[in-house]
C-alpha cells in the first residue's frame, strides 16, 4: 500500500506571496490532518479534515486554510506570507478505525524570504 | 505552558547502551499516547502507541505511561546506529490532533 505522499517537497517562496501545499493520504483513509513543524515550537496541529469537513482546527490564524475533496486528498494554503512561516509542514492520514493511528507524509518544506 | 514537554537532549549514548527517553504532559483528558521516530528529512513514523496507563514492550524498545504522575518514557534496550533520530512523543484525547514534545535528538555511537 502506498504511503501518504505530499507536493511539493521543498518550496521557496517571498513574503506576502501565498501557497498552496497538497496533501494525498493512505488509500481508504479518509481523514487528514496538517501539522507545522518549526525547530522553536515542534510539531503543531494546525487542522482535520473528514469526508470534506473540517473537524478540528488548532490555534492558528485565519491565514492558514485547508480543504479537502472527495477522493481524501486535502490542500492546505497559506496566505500573505510571513518569514515565521518557513516550517516543514506535516499531513498525517488516519484509518478512522480502531487505534486511529495517524500516518505522516514526508513533508513540505517551505522557505520564506 | 505546552501540553507536552521534552526534554531537548542531545542525547549521544554508545552502542548497546539503554536510552531512556522520557516527557510530561499537563492535560489529565489525554487518554493515547505515542512514541515517533524521525530521521532527517523525513516525516515522523509511529514506534509505539499506548492507552491509559501501563507497559508496552516492542522488540527492543518499551513505553510506559503513569497517568498518575503524567510522565511517558520510552526506553531503548542495546542501543544501535540505525536509532540515532529524534524521537517525539505525542498525546491526545479522544480528538485525532495529537500534542506532540518538541523532541529529543539521539545519537548511538558505533
Known amino acids: 500500500k502506498a504511503g501518504v505522499t505530499q507536493t511539493p517537497r521543498y518550496l521557496i517562496k517571498t513574503r506576502g506571496q501565498q501557497v498552496t501545499l497538497s496533501c494525498s493520504p493512505i488509500s481508504g483513509h479518509r481523514s487528514v490532518s496538517w501539522y507545522q513543524q518549526t525547530p522553536g515550537q515542534g510539531l503543531q496541529f494546525l487542522f482535520e479534515y473528514f469526508s470534506e469537513t473540517q473537524r478540528n482546527k488548532g490555534n492558528f490564524p485565519g491565514r492558514f486554510s485547508g480543504r479537502q475533496f472527495s477522493n481524501s486528498r486535502s490542500e492546505m494554503n497559506v496566505s500573505t506570507l510571513e518569514l515565521g512561516d518557513s516550517a516543514l509542514y506535516l499531513c498525517?492520514?488516519?484509518?478512522?478505525?480502531?487505534?486511529?493511528?495517524?500516518?505522516f507524509g514526508p513533508g513540505t518544506r517551505l522557505t520564506v524570504l | 505552558q505546552k501540553e507536552v514537554e521534552q526534554d531537548p537532549g542531545p542525547l549521544s549514548v554508545p552502542e548497546g547502551a539503554i536510552v531512556s527517553l522520557n516527557c510530561t504532559y499537563s492535560?489529565?483528558?489525554?487518554?493515547?499516547f505515542m512514541w515517533y521516530r524521525q530521521y532527517s528529512r523525513k516525516g515522523p513514523e509511529l514506534l509505539m502507541y499506548t492507552y491509559s496507563s501501563g507497559n508496552k514492550e516492542d522488540g527492543r524498545f518499551t513505553a510506559q505511561v503513569d497517568k498518575s504522575s503524567k510522565y511517558i518514557s520510552l526506553f531503548i534496550r542495546d542501543s544501535q546506529p540505525s536509532d540515532s533520530a529524534t524521537y517525539l512523543c505525542?498525546?491526545?484525547?479522544?480528538?485525532?490532533?495529537?500534542?506532540f514534545g518538541t523532541g529529543t535528538r539521539l545519537t548511538v555511537i558505533p
Open positions: 505525542a498525546s491526545r484525547t479522544g480528538a485525532n490532533n495529537l500534542f
Open positions: 498525517a492520514s488516519t484509518q478512522n478505525s480502531g487505534r486511529n493511528e495517524q500516518f
Open positions: 492535560n489529565s483528558a489525554f487518554q493515547y
